[in-house]
C-alpha cells in the first residue's frame, strides 16, 4: 500500500481495485437474463434459410437481412400450432424473446409465433397444402367416382342446426319425397370439425354393405371466412374423402369459396342447396325418361315386326308354278297366322313389361333405374331375337315345303313325259285314248305333243 499527497498537502493511502472472474456459464447466465428480461417480446422480420425441423418437432432457422443474421429456435409446443410449413426464402414475421444458447454462446430467437410476411398463415398453408395433394394425383378427374343415377339414400355430413341441412332437406324434399336421408351431426367450424367431419365419412364407408348404407355422401356447411373454413382445409380430411368407397359432394361455403375438400372430392357443388340438386333428378324427370323408353321400345318392335311381313311378302313372291299359288296361299296364312300370335304374344309380354316398368317406376327408391333399363332392354332383344329366329325358321319350313312340292309336281307332270318324244291322243269329244277300240276308221282325233298338237283321221286300224 503506497502513500500519495494532493495538492492541498493532504496525504491518502491508494486502494487496489477488487477484480471479478466470470466463469463462462456465469456469464452466459447473466447476459441470458438480462437479454430476456430487456428483450422479452420482440417482433423480427425476416428471411428464412438453413431451415432445418428436428425429428423432436422442434424448428430451427435464421432470418436474415441484407446486414445482419439472427437464429431463431421454434420449440414443438408451439411448432404444432403452425398454419403452414415454413421454407427457406419465405419473408416471415416472428414474435418471440431473445436468449442465449450457452453451450455455443450464441444470440437466438426463441420464437412463440410465426406468420408469413404480406399474405395469411391459412392463405400459405392452403397453397401449399393443395401443390403437395395435386401432386399426389388427389385431385385428378380419372380417380373421381360418378355419382348414382337415383341414389336410394344420401348421406349428409354436417351440423344439424346449421342451415344447410335444411336447404338440402327442403329441396330433396321438393324434388324427390322418396329418398332417403341420414344425417351425421358433426361440427363444421373449429379444432374439432375436421376431425368429426372425416368421423361420418368413415361411419358411412363402414355401413355401406349393411341395412342403412347410403349411395352418396354430401360434406355441407354455409359460406365465411378462410378462418371459418379452415377445417375442411386439414389434410387428414382430404385424405379420408380421397379413400372413400362412396361417391363425396363437397358442398363447402359459397360459390366464390374454395377448399382442399372441394379439391380432393369427386364432386364439388357451389353451395348445399347445389348439392341438393345435383344429387338426384326430379321424380318428373324420372317419369319422363321412363315414358320416352317405353315408348322407343314399343316403336323398336313394331319397325322389327313389319320387316319381318316384307321379308316373308318378297320371298313368297317368286311361286315357280301358278298352280301352286293356292298352296303357297294356305301356308302363308298360317305363316300369317303365326306372324300374328307371336305379335300377339310379343305385345302381352310387352305389356307385361310395361307393368312391371310402371311398378319400378313406383318403386324407384328401392331398385336402381340403369339395371331396370338393362333388364328390359335385354328382355326386348331376346324377344327381337326369338321372333326372327322363328320367322326364319318358319320361312325355311315353308321354302322346303314348297321346293319339295314343285319337285313333286315336275315328277308327276305329263309334259315331262312328252318331252321325251311321247305323244297324248285325244278323241273328238277330248277323251284320252288308251285302246284303239275308242275309234273307228275315219275318226278325227287329236296328237298333243311337247309342244302344240296335231289333228289325225283314222284310216286303218
Not at 106 to 131: D, I, S
Not at 175 to 197: F, K
Not at 223 to 228: A, I
Amino acid at each position: 500500500m503506497s502513500e500519495e499527497q494532493d495538492q492541498l498537502g493532504f496525504s491518502f493511502v491508494a486502494q487496489p481495485v477488487a477484480k471479478k472472474v466470470w466463469s463462462p456459464r456465469e456469464l452466459m447466465t447473466t447476459l441470458r437474463t438480462h437479454l430476456e428480461q430487456s428483450f422479452g417480446d420482440v417482433w423480427l422480420q425476416g428471411e428464412i434459410s438453413n431451415f432445418k425441423p428436428a425429428d423432436s418437432g422442434h424448428l430451427y432457422f435464421t432470418l436474415k437481412d441484407d446486414a445482419a443474421q439472427v437464429r431463431v429456435v421454434m420449440f414443438r409446443l408451439k411448432a404444432q400450432l403452425l398454419r403452414f410449413r415454413p421454407e427457406n426464402g419465405m419473408q416471415v414475421v416472428a414474435r418471440g424473446r431473445v436468449t442465449l444458447y450457452e453451450q455455443r454462446g450464441e444470440l437466438q430467437l426463441l420464437a412463440e409465433y410465426l406468420e408469413p410476411q404480406g399474405t395469411g398463415a391459412l392463405q400459405v398453408a392452403f397453397e401449399q397444402l393443395k401443390a403437395k395433394l395435386a401432386a399426389e394425383g388427389l385431385f385428378e378427374h380419372a380417380r373421381k367416382k360418378p355419382l348414382p343415377l337415383l341414389p336410394r339414400r344420401i348421406g349428409v355430413v354436417t351440423s344439424p342446426r346449421g342451415a344447410a341441412i335444411q336447404d338440402i332437406l327442403n329441396i330433396l324434399r321438393r324434388r324427390h319425397e322418396n329418398v332417403g336421408v341420414l344425417i351425421y351431426p358433426a361440427q363444421v367450424q373449429g379444432d374439432a370439425a375436421a376431425s368429426e367431419v372425416a368421423s361420418g365419412i368413415r361411419f358411412f364407408n363402414r355401413t355401406r354393405n349393411k341395412e342403412a348404407a347410403v349411395d352418396v355422401i354430401i360434406v355441407a356447411r354455409g359460406g365465411g371466412s378462410l378462418e371459418d373454413l379452415a377445417s375442411f382445409n386439414d389434410e387428414r380430411l382430404a385424405r379420408v374423402i380421397a379413400a372413400s368407397e362412396i361417391p363425396v359432394i363437397s358442398a363447402v361455403g359459397h360459390e366464390t369459396d374454395f377448399t382442399i375438400a372441394d379439391f380432393v372430392a369427386d364432386l364439388r357443388a357451389p353451395t348445399p342447396s347445389a348439392a341438393a340438386e345435383i344429387v338426384i333428378q326430379s321424380k318428373q324427370s324420372l317419369d319422363e325418361q321412363i315414358g320416352n323408353v317405353r315408348q322407343r321400345l314399343g316403336r323398336a318392335v313394331r319397325y322389327r315386326v313389319l320387316i319381318a311381313q316384307k321379308t316373308l311378302t318378297e320371298l313368297t313372291q317368286h311361286q315357280v308354278f301358278a298352280r301352286m299359288a293356292d298352296a303357297i296361299a294356305r301356308r302363308q296364312q298360317r305363316a300369317d297366322d303365326l306372324t300374328y300370335r307371336l305379335a300377339a304374344g310379343y305385345e302381352r309380354s310387352l305389356r307385361q313389361a310395361r307393368q312391371r316398368l310402371d311398378v319400378a317406376g313406383a318403386r324407384l327408391r328401392h331398385f336402381d333405374l340403369r339395371r331396370i333399363f338393362a333388364g328390359l332392354k335385354r328382355e326386348a332383344e331376346a324377344r327381337q331375337h326369338a321372333l326372327a329366329a322363328a320367322m326364319r325358321h318358319l320361312i325355311a319350313q315353308q321354302r322346303a315345303k314348297l321346293e319339295q312340292s314343285a319337285a313333286s309336281l315336275e315328277q308327276l307332270s305329263p309334259l315331262k313325259v312328252l318331252e321325251r318324244g311321247y305323244a297324248l291322243v285325244f278323241d273328238a269329244n277330248g277323251v284320252l285314248l288308251k285302246d284303239p277300240a275308242q275309234v273307228a276308221d275315219g275318226d278325227e282325233i287329236t296328237a298333243r305333243l311337247a309342244r302344240g298338237t296335231l289333228p289325225a283321221i283314222v284310216k286303218k286300224k
